[in-house]
C-alpha cells in the first residue's frame, strides 16, 4: 500500500492511558519493573499503531509479556518467531527479531536458514520439527501427528502449549500489521534486497 492506513500515534499525543499501556509491554532484557512507568516514550511504530487502542494494548501486552518469557527457551522463541515473520512476509516483525536473534547469538547461517525453512542441512532434527511445525500451522492450522510426535521428544507439555501460542501471536501481529500498513522504524533494516517469501511481495 502507498501510505499505511493506520499511521503511529505521535509520541506528543500520547495521555496516561497510552503512557499506561506502552508502560505495560516488557522486553525480556528489560530492567523495569513491572508496572513502573516509561522514562521516555519511545518512538516505535509498533507502540504507536497499538497506542491508538490503549485498551487493546494493555490487554495484548499482558499476553505478549507471557510469549516473551515462556517456558520456551529465547533461542526456540526467535526461531519459532522469526519463521512465522518470514512466511507470512512481515518485513517488521522479521526484522525486529532478527535482530533479537542476534543479540542471543543466533548466527547468519541460521538466521538465513530459517529463511530456507525446515529443510535446510543447518538443523538437527530438533530445530527442524521446530520449524516444521511452524510451517504446518501457518498453511493449516495444525501440527500432525508426526511432527507433534518430534516435538514431544524435545519439549514438555508446557513448552508445546507455549509454542502454539508463540506461533499464533506473531501470526496475529503479522496480519496485523500487515492489514493496518506498518513502516519500519527509521533505520531498521528489512528484509534482504534478494529476498523472495512464500506468500510474494512484501
Not at 509479556?65 to 507470512?88: G, K, M, Q, Y
Not at 502449549?161 to 522504524?185: H, I, K, P, Q, S
Request: a negative charge; charged letters at 25%.
Amino acid at each position: 500500500m502507498s501510505e499505511p492506513r493506520i499511521p503511529p500515534r505521535p509520541t506528543a499525543d500520547w495521555d496516561a492511558e497510552a503512557d499506561a499501556a506502552a508502560a505495560a509491554l516488557r522486553h525480556p532484557q528489560s530492567t523495569r519493573k513491572p508496572g513502573e512507568p516509561l522514562k521516555e516514550r519511545p518512538a516505535s511504530h509498533i507502540l504507536g499503531i497499538f497506542n491508538w487502542h490503549p485498551d487493546l494494548a494493555s490487554a495484548f501486552f499482558a499476553f505478549n509479556n507471557h510469549v516473551f518469557s515462556s517456558t520456551l527457551s529465547p533461542r526456540d522463541r526467535e526461531l519459532a518467531t522469526i519463521r512465522i515473520a518470514w512466511l507470512r512476509r512481515a518485513e517488521y516483525e522479521w526484522a525486529q527479531h532478527v535482530r533479537m536473534a542476534r543479540r542471543i547469538g543466533l548466527p547468519d547461517e541460521e538466521i538465513d536458514a530459517i529463511m530456507a525453512g525446515p529443510d535446510s542441512p543447518v538443523w538437527g532434527p530438533r530445530d527442524a520439527a521446530l520449524l516444521r511445525s511452524v510451517d504446518e500451522m501457518a498453511a493449516d492450522r495444525y501440527v500432525s501427528d508426526d511432527t507433534w510426535k518430534q516435538l514431544s521428544e524435545h519439549f514438555d507439555r508446557k513448552q508445546l502449549m507455549d509454542l502454539v501460542f508463540t506461533v499464533g501471536c506473531y501470526d496475529l501481529l503479522a496480519m496485523a500489521f500487515r492489514t493496518f500498513g506498518l513502516e519500519l522504524d527509521p533505520g531498521l533494516p528489512g528484509f534482504p534486497p534478494a529476498a523472495a517469501g512464500p506468500e510474494g511481495d512484501s
